[in-house]
């Protein structure tokens, strides 16, 4: 079992920066590739972007490229989502999700993913 905890979610203006952290604990971090996703009420769960397990290749949709920056800690356990000039059309709860190495990579559907975090709100006022 993988245990995901995301923090740094809150409200922002447009054109505005959060820093969200997905701490692991469980099983051996680097052990997993990881997943940002998100999701607004009424609507599926949206990829947002993914890092593999070492850190070196990240890949992301194209509503955030440019924009957003994933990265990893495997010593300290911890994927982040770095988000710059934040947009209206940004405002979800965002989910980090992590899927054992043993699959192909880059994964974007949501099914693939094992384990999930609770979510953290994001809420960008225009």
């Known amino acids: 079992q993988v245990q995901l905890v995301e923090s740094g979610g809150g409200l922002v203006q447009a054109g505005g920066s959060l820093r969200l952290s997905c701490a692991a604990s469980?099983?051996?971090?680097?052990?997993?590739?990881m997943g940002w996703f998100r999701q607004t009420p009424g609507k599926e769960r949206e990829f947002v972007t993914t890092i593999n397990w070492s850190g070196k290749s990240t890949y992301y949709a194209d509503s955030v490229k440019g924009r957003f920056t994933i990265s990893r800690d495997n010593a300290k356990n911890t994927a982040y989502l770095q988000m710059n000039s934040l947009k209206p059309e940004d405002t979800a709860v965002y989910y980090c999700?992590?899927?054992?190495?043993?699959?192909?990579?880059?994964?974007?559907?949501?099914?693939?993913?094992?384990?999930w975090g609770q979510g953290t709100q994001v809420t960008v006022s225009s």
């Open positions: 999700a992590a899927v054992a190495i043993g699959s192909a990579w880059p994964l974007r559907d949501s099914a693939k993913y094992n384990y």
């Open positions: 469980g099983r051996t971090f680097s052990n997993f590739h």
